[in-house]
């Protein structure tokens, strides 16, 4: 197999919408993760037709293309102004969140290795269990420990003295604290005034991952919602990063990372001129770079305008009001924590007559088509079941409630799934770092998922709680190589 012989467009598309049939609809507001559907009527086409402008561009050289720094400059002093940035804040527009958090974790990790020349040590990111895996896994690639936090069972919310006791325990080798506002599991912002302030006691650098809160928080405020303080008006806030592809409603493939002030940011940037080519400088992980998704952001952010912003913000509060009022009415769940919107977690409520295991509400509702995010127990945090609310879910609240009403009711008193305890006794003994494909490929199918016969038919089961119920209880080590191998297979030449 090479690249196939040429093709007529109308073939190759016909094909790509054959494939699309197999996706769940993305502007229903019935995927309640993933995907931010505005329901603006009109916006996809902006988006469409400014990320056309910018196709042929590279944003890798804004000496050539003049306009690149141009878009950034504009969303950065927009975005910067509405997040509480002075006159001083500096940003870089990146292609997501994780992306944004890498370079956040990079700039302190080498600010502290330049103030600590002759150390050994590595520094450490201090961040709360709840943090996204964006911060681990930019820890995992920038040589960073990383230490946790644990946040209070009832409030899900990390606290001033649990950062201040992480930063003492860690010392001098702490780079960068991360706190969340909010955090996506939950949806309840930590208290960043403390913590950032416990950092700056430190001289230590505070990002705030406002990711998902960055551009509805500041709404939500101005409707009146109690919103703690959580962006650069915080004086120990360093830096922020913000998605522009969540409730920016712009596509995927933008993101800000804003700094407080220029110097802060100096050393995230890369500059390379030992080589017999052009001399390189990078504000980002990428080196060419689209300006397609920044440029399409750059233009919703506009035609929305600050009217617009607050119009899909104020369906969002309704939205979510009914459906945390609608859903916490059911005997045996209950709100987790107290999510100020517009992403929220609900628990079962084990002192109800009948609690309801949320992985298998989670399976009820998706049998109705409606799909929210099963989340494992893990630490004090019980397992739940997420939701994100989209401003396109606003037109169907009642009926996402009926959904869960009735798919409570199927479910209600029904034990949650729990694994064989002899696979769990037998996969503690599995030593991961030898474990070869085969054999994961196998426990894969123990799971119920995967395709060990390599039939090209690996795919989720219709039922999802055994194997989530499987995965919490496995060891994480074991659990991750187990998803990486299923993954793999997705990717793999006899993939579905
Ligand atoms: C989505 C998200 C991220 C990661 O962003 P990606 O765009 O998926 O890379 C990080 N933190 C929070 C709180 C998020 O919601």
């Given at each position: 197999m090479s690249i196939p012989p040429a093709r007529d467009i109308s073939t190759v598309l016909a094909r790509l919408e054959d494939l699309r049939a197999a996706d769940l609809p993305?502007?229903?507001?019935?995927?309640?993760?993933y995907v931010y559907a505005s329901?603006?009527?009109?916006l996809d086409d902006v988006a469409a037709a400014a990320a056309r402008a910018v196709?042929?561009?590279?944003?890798?050289?804004p000496t050539t293309f003049p306009s690149a720094a141009a878009l950034e400059r504009e969303v950065v002093t927009w975005v910067g102004g509405l997040l509480?940035?002075?006159?001083?804040v500096v940003g870089t527009a990146t292609s997501g969140g994780t992306e944004s958090i890498i370079l956040a974790v990079k700039a302190a990790r080498d600010a502290w290795t330049s103030a600590h020349p002759e150390d050994p040590r590595r520094p450490v990111v201090l961040a709360a269990?709840?943090?996204?895996?964006a911060v681990a896994k930019a820890a995992h690639l920038l040589h960073v420990d990383l230490h946790r936090s644990e946040v209070d069972a009832d409030t899900v919310a990390w606290s001033a003295a649990g950062a201040a006791a992480g930063l003492d325990a860690a010392?001098?080798?702490?780079c960068l604290v991360v706190a969340s506002a909010?955090?996506?599991?939950?949806?309840v912002v930590d208290d960043v005034t403390g913590i950032s302030a416990a950092a700056a006691d430190r001289g230590v650098r505070c990002h705030v991952d406002?990711?998902?809160g960055g551009l509805v928080l500041p709404y939500l405020r101005q409707a009146g919602?109690?919103?703690p303080a959580f962006d650069l008006?915080?004086?120990?806030?360093t830096s922020l990063s913000v998605d522009l592809h969540k409730y920016g409603y712009a596509p995927k493939g933008a993101s800000l990372l804003l700094h407080r002030d220029a110097d802060l940011r100096t050393p995230q940037y890369w500059a390379w001129?030992?080589?017999?080519g052009y001399p390189v400088v990078n504000?980002?992980?990428?080196?060419?770079?689209?300006?397609g998704p920044l440029a399409a952001a750059w233009a919703v952010l506009q035609v929305l305008g600050h009217d617009g912003f607050t119009r899909l913000t104020a369906t969002l509060i309704e939205a979510t009001a009914a459906i945390r009022d609608g859903v916490a009415a059911i005997p045996g769940l209950r709100v987790l924590g107290?999510?100020?919107?517009p992403l929220l977690a609900f628990g079962s409520?084990?002192?109800?007559?009948t609690p309801i295991a949320p992985f298998l509400l989670a399976d009820a509702l998706a049998t109705r088509g409606w799909i929210a995010q099963a989340q494992p127990a893990n630490g004090p945090l019980p397992r739940s079941l997420h939701l994100t609310v989209m401003p396109a879910a606003g037109r169907h609240v009642p009926e996402l409630i009926a959904a869960v009403v009735e798919a409570a009711h199927e479910v209600a008193g029904q034990p949650p799934p729990t694994p064989d305890p002899q696979l769990i006794a037998a996969a503690a003994m599995i030593d991961v770092a030898t474990l070869d494909g085969p054999t994961a490929r196998q426990l894969l199918a123990l799971a119920g998922l995967g395709d060990p016969a390599g039939t090209g038919q690996s795919s989720l089961p219709a039922a999802m709680a055994p194997a989530n119920a499987l995965l919490e209880a496995l060891p994480p080590a074991l659990a991750e190589r187990l998803l990486t191998e299923f993954w793999g297979q997705l990717f793999g030449p006899g993939g579905p």
């Amino acid at each position: 197999m090479s690249i196939p012989p040429a093709r007529d467009i109308s073939t190759v598309l016909a094909r790509l919408e054959d494939l699309r049939a197999a996706d769940l609809p993305t502007d229903s507001g019935r995927v309640m993760a993933y995907v931010y559907a505005s329901g603006v009527e009109g916006l996809d086409d902006v988006a469409a037709a400014a990320a056309r402008a910018v196709q042929d561009l590279n944003g890798l050289d804004p000496t050539t293309f003049p306009s690149a720094a141009a878009l950034e400059r504009e969303v950065v002093t927009w975005v910067g102004g509405l997040l509480g940035g002075g006159e001083e804040v500096v940003g870089t527009a990146t292609s997501g969140g994780t992306e944004s958090i890498i370079l956040a974790v990079k700039a302190a990790r080498d600010a502290w290795t330049s103030a600590h020349p002759e150390d050994p040590r590595r520094p450490v990111v201090l961040a709360a269990r709840t943090a996204h895996p964006a911060v681990a896994k930019a820890a995992h690639l920038l040589h960073v420990d990383l230490h946790r936090s644990e946040v209070d069972a009832d409030t899900v919310a990390w606290s001033a003295a649990g950062a201040a006791a992480g930063l003492d325990a860690a010392g001098d080798r702490v780079c960068l604290v991360v706190a969340s506002a909010p955090g996506y599991a939950h949806g309840v912002v930590d208290d960043v005034t403390g913590i950032s302030a416990a950092a700056a006691d430190r001289g230590v650098r505070c990002h705030v991952d406002a990711c998902i809160g960055g551009l509805v928080l500041p709404y939500l405020r101005q409707a009146g919602a109690p919103v703690p303080a959580f962006d650069l008006s915080v004086p120990g806030v360093t830096s922020l990063s913000v998605d522009l592809h969540k409730y920016g409603y712009a596509p995927k493939g933008a993101s800000l990372l804003l700094h407080r002030d220029a110097d802060l940011r100096t050393p995230q940037y890369w500059a390379w001129t030992d080589w017999p080519g052009y001399p390189v400088v990078n504000s980002a992980v990428t080196s060419s770079k689209p300006l397609g998704p920044l440029a399409a952001a750059w233009a919703v952010l506009q035609v929305l305008g600050h009217d617009g912003f607050t119009r899909l913000t104020a369906t969002l509060i309704e939205a979510t009001a009914a459906i945390r009022d609608g859903v916490a009415a059911i005997p045996g769940l209950r709100v987790l924590g107290d999510p100020v919107g517009p992403l929220l977690a609900f628990g079962s409520d084990a002192a109800a007559p009948t609690p309801i295991a949320p992985f298998l509400l989670a399976d009820a509702l998706a049998t109705r088509g409606w799909i929210a995010q099963a989340q494992p127990a893990n630490g004090p945090l019980p397992r739940s079941l997420h939701l994100t609310v989209m401003p396109a879910a606003g037109r169907h609240v009642p009926e996402l409630i009926a959904a869960v009403v009735e798919a409570a009711h199927e479910v209600a008193g029904q034990p949650p799934p729990t694994p064989d305890p002899q696979l769990i006794a037998a996969a503690a003994m599995i030593d991961v770092a030898t474990l070869d494909g085969p054999t994961a490929r196998q426990l894969l199918a123990l799971a119920g998922l995967g395709d060990p016969a390599g039939t090209g038919q690996s795919s989720l089961p219709a039922a999802m709680a055994p194997a989530n119920a499987l995965l919490e209880a496995l060891p994480p080590a074991l659990a991750e190589r187990l998803l990486t191998e299923f993954w793999g297979q997705l990717f793999g030449p006899g993939g579905p």
